[in-house]
């Protein structure tokens, strides 16, 4: 039975449990009083959302590092080489069916109950204590899958990662109905767990919670969503500069040159862009341009990381290096040499 076995882990050692949460870079903390914790733990496995049971009989505290990720183990349970575990950490949407949970978040302090949930995001430490006999289904969704349908929304990716209003309501809106579309996928693998063989399942379950993040859950990009949607269907003008942009990205491309392409003064250009782009037509180059860079170190270019940001404009090595890693979490180093390993 998925909501109640131990498909992954029964135990009562303590070292065992450590273990078992290490591979998640989450520390496993029982109170101090409390010498063999019961830890029982299922889940399944899709390529970007994970959905697991955990049930805990005495108090237990979770501490995550900024990167904890649930794709540090496979769909078996076993343990993946650091080196094909995520760059990002993993958003968690806990959802207590009994008992308690209490998450305390930079700045946040919820307290979650049956009708109260927490949202996650990663990029910091953060700890969740579970009081005694508390079961509760866990949503994990990779970062990295996140980011992607973000930027898909915005029509680029963002410069700060997605932070989310931490606490959900479960007995109303939209946090009833991915609490519900959650107890509905454990029933369905409990009930013939083929149905994870379906790709058009999985892949449906996993855009539907991909949306309702994104779309539903507030969060630091929400109002420039709300903007891209409102204002889906460009300007003539904000079109034609776009397909300027991309199509000479690796050109010098000045404010004159897209004010020329665009048709219209520089000012109205500035106003389309701002509101169907959430930028200017400059930073749009730019971010793009940030973005082509990334791109050819992931694919494992031979090039030196300072001959290919020279390539896309980026002159200045240190100043670079700040913007890369604040856009993609990791220095262009790391981008390179993980490309190069794999």
Not at 84 to 97: L, T
Not at 123 to 152: F, I, K, M, N, P
């Amino acid at each position: 039975m998925f909501l109640g076995s131990a498909g992954l882990l029964d135990t009562r050692d303590l070292a065992e449990a450590r273990a078992y949460y290490d591979a998640y870079g989450i520390d496993f903390v029982p109170a101090p009083d409390v010498n063999r914790p019961r830890c029982t733990v299922n889940g399944v496995w899709l390529p970007n959302v994970s959905l697991g049971y955990i049930e805990f009989d005495s108090e237990v505290t979770l501490r995550l590092s900024p990167r904890a990720t649930t794709f540090g183990r496979n769909g078996g349970g076993q343990p993946v080489p650091a080196s094909r575990r995520p760059a990002q950490g993993d958003y968690y949407f806990h959802v207590p069916i009994r008992g308690r949970l209490e998450a305390d978040i930079p700045r946040h302090h919820v307290d979650c109950t049956p009708s109260r949930a927490v949202l996650i995001s990663p990029g910091v430490e953060q700890s969740l204590r579970t009081h005694a006999g508390t079961g509760r289904l866990t949503l994990s969704v990779r970062g990295d899958a996140l980011g992607s349908h973000v930027a898909a929304l915005l029509g680029d990716a963002p410069a700060e990662a997605t932070r989310f209003d931490p606490e959900v309501r479960l007995d109303e809106g939209h946090g009833r109905s991915l609490s519900g579309m959650m107890h509905w996928m454990a029933l369905e693998v409990e009930r013939d767990r083929s149905v994870l063989a379906s790709p058009l399942l999985t892949a449906r379950f996993e855009e539907f919670v991909l949306s309702w993040l994104a779309l539903s859950q507030p969060s630091n990009h929400s109002e420039a969503i709300a903007r891209r949607e409102r204002g889906a269907i460009s300007p003539r003008d904000v079109r034609r500069a776009l397909d300027y942009i991309h199509a000479n990205a690796d050109q010098p491309i000045t404010l004159v040159d897209l004010v020329s392409v665009a048709g219209v003064p520089g000012r109205t250009l500035f106003k389309h862009f701002r509101d169907t782009q959430g930028t200017t037509p400059m930073r749009y180059l730019r971010n793009l341009r940030l973005k082509r860079v990334q791109e050819e170190l992931a694919s494992g270019t031979p090039a030196p990381v300072s001959e290919v940001a020279l390539r896309w404009g980026f002159a200045h090595p240190g100043r670079f290096s700040v913007e890369y890693r604040r856009r993609f979490g990791e220095a262009p180093s790391a981008t390179a040499r993980k490309a190069r390993a794999a």
